[in-house]
């Protein structure tokens, strides 16, 4: 199917206000991430490579050492095996994030 809807697909959630609308292909996957305020994705690592951009609200990201604070239209870049976490803001945000190649454990 070449289109999605993302509107209508089921969430998953992934912690405490977070949630996950997961759309794939054979070598890449997108996730709209909600993130309600103050919600927090704990320090993590996977193999596939992520990418994405804020589309609303602000985000604090670590990536391996470094931290940044980002807004709407910012850029990010997790490679592959690299820990990394995301603190929401005070208000809801969203996000889209790219992994490839796709992650067995979210389809």
């Not at 794939?24 to 996977?46: C, D, F, K, Q, S």
């Amino acid at each position: 199917m070449p289109f999605f809807d993302t509107s209508k697909l089921t969430p998953k959630t992934l912690a405490p206000g977070v949630n996950l609308r997961i759309t794939w292909g054979e070598r890449i996957m997108t996730n709209v991430v909600e993130l309600a305020p103050g919600a927090l994705v704990a320090t993590h690592a996977h193999p596939a490579e992520q990418m994405g951009v804020v589309m609303e609200g602000s985000v604090t990201m670590v990536i391996g050492k470094e931290r940044k604070t980002l807004g709407p239209g910012d850029v990010y870049l997790a490679p592959s095996n690299v820990e990394h976490s995301v603190q929401n803001g005070p208000a809801a945000a969203r996000l889209v994030d790219i992994f490839s190649p796709p992650r067995e454990d979210y389809k």
